[in-house]
């Protein structure tokens, strides 16, 4: 083979090879890249209950959960919500929770966003008109437990890109974002007119998403933990005369 042939083989056999090197290459430093990640994705949580009185329900006495409307841009989600109420009623030693659009629709106009009270002194002050004291004995509701919060994306990063060859179709990159779920529940005594104690919930979760050749994620839901977080420390807060005081770290 002659020289000038020679050169224009090599030329051609090492661009290949560079390129499937550079494939390689990007693939382990992706995968290297996604290992670190994903040592720190899932969900971190701090709960912060406080309870002020050694109220508990009692037999045949409901609970009732409604998404705290005066701040509208952090207004408890409805499923949220749903969440909250389904679980505490579930097993057998469930709480008798009313339904919330059963208990708003009874007491409207009362607890309408720009008529419902703020604190235990405009319930009480609610409950002095005629009809409402009737109208929530009526429910057999005993404890009003008021959400207020949101799950939010915090931040984000990375990118994925596709695409499709006469060899077939691929992704690479690495995409993630971490969301902050944070809650305060706030629980109401109707009968004594009084705040029996907040929760204060924070979780926050990582979510990864990896692609090579096809994307595969890593999902944190840092919102169905809060709802099982809050559930088990209102179940406390309803049911035991003491309450922890101190800052629970569950990370």
Same mark, same amino acid.
């Given at each position: 083979? *002659? ?20 494939? #390689?290459?990007? /693939? ?17 949580? !701090?709960? $912060?209950?406080?309870?002020? %009185? =050694? @109220?508990?329900?009692? *037999? ?5 959960? !409604? ?9 408890? $989600? ?14 057998? +030693? ?21 008529? @419902?009270?703020?604190?235990?002194? $405009?319930?009480? $002050?609610?409950? =002095? #008109? ?8 009526? %429910? ?9 919060? *949101? ?5 984000? /990063?990375?990118?994925? %890109?596709?695409?499709? /060859? ?15 779920? %944070? ?11 009084? +705040? ?9 979760? #990582? ?41 629970? +770290?569950?990370?």
């Amino acid at each position: 083979m *002659s020289p000038h042939w020679q050169s224009i083989h090599e030329s051609a056999t090492s661009k290949p090879r560079l390129e499937s090197r550079s494939i #390689r290459f990007a /693939g382990t430093a992706l995968v290297l890249l996604t290992a670190s990640m994903l040592t720190g994705c899932g969900v971190t949580s !701090l709960m $912060e209950p406080y309870k002020q %009185t =050694d @109220a508990v329900i009692g *037999s045949g006495e409901q609970v009732v959960v !409604l998404a705290r409307k005066h701040h509208s841009s952090h207004e408890a $989600e409805g499923d949220f919500v749903e969440c909250i109420s389904d679980a505490l009623a579930r097993g057998d +030693n469930g709480i008798e929770v009313h339904s919330s659009t059963q208990f708003e629709d009874m007491m409207y106009p009362w607890f309408e966003p720009s008529t @419902a009270p703020l604190d235990t002194a $405009e319930l009480g $002050e609610l409950l =002095d #008109r005629p009809g409402v004291l009737e109208r929530v004995e009526a %429910t057999g509701v005993r404890f009003l437990i008021w959400l207020d919060g *949101s799950t939010d994306r915090v931040s984000s /990063g990375g990118g994925i %890109t596709c695409a499709a /060859g006469v060899g077939g179709a691929g992704c690479m990159g690495l995409a993630w974002w971490e969301d902050d779920a %944070t809650y305060d529940a706030t629980v109401w005594d109707i009968h004594e007119l009084a +705040n029996a104690g907040t929760i204060h919930a924070d979780f926050s979760g #990582r979510s990864v998403m990896p692609a090579i050749i096809i994307p595969l994620p890593f999902i944190a839901r840092p919102q169905a933990k809060a709802c099982r977080g809050l559930t088990e420390q209102i179940e406390q807060f309803l049911t035991s005369p003491s309450g922890d005081g101190e800052g629970i +770290n569950l990370g």
